[in-house]
């Protein structure tokens, strides 16, 4: 049985960190992509970042120079860390694989998921 489980979630303060940890189980993450999505409160869900099976990592552009996704393929855990985190940055956010994206500009769509995660709080709040 395929399952992702995120964790790592919290309250924290603008310009604060965090790191959201993805435990999969079921599958062996080596050899599959794996993205971190978001979404706020009355939006759609987006991309924030992907892996692809070889390290080659993405992100969407309001997160680059401030997050960082990385894997630990022994572990079978990925990881988002966050860093001067911003309001806007507010979100359920959302583990997920499936069958690896035509494209960077695919990677950060759902169109390539198949798993979902059940997704951690992350609120920036002063």
């Known amino acids: 049985q395929v399952q992702l489980v995120e964790s790592g979630g919290g309250l924290v303060q603008p310009g604060g960190s965090l790191r959201l940890s993805c435990a999969a189980s079921?599958?062996?993450?080596?050899?599959?992509?794996i993205g971190w999505f978001r979404q706020a409160p009355g939006k759609e869900r987006e991309g924030v970042s992907y892996?692809?099976?070889?390290?080659?990592?993405y992100y969407t552009d309001s997160v680059k120079g401030r997050f960082a996704i990385s894997r630990d393929n022994a572990k079978n855990m990925v990881y988002l860390q966050m860093n001067s985190l911003k309001p806007e940055d507010t979100a359920v956010y959302y583990c997920?694989?499936?069958?690896?994206?035509?494209?960077?500009?695919?990677?950060?769509?759902?169109?390539?998921?198949?798993?979902w995660g059940q997704g951690t709080q992350v609120t920036v709040s002063s």
């Open positions: 997920a694989t499936g069958i690896n994206p035509r494209s960077e500009t695919e990677t950060m769509r759902t169109s390539w998921v198949t798993y």
């Open positions: 079921g599958f062996t993450l080596a050899g599959l992509g």
């Open positions: 892996s692809n099976r070889h390290g080659t990592t």
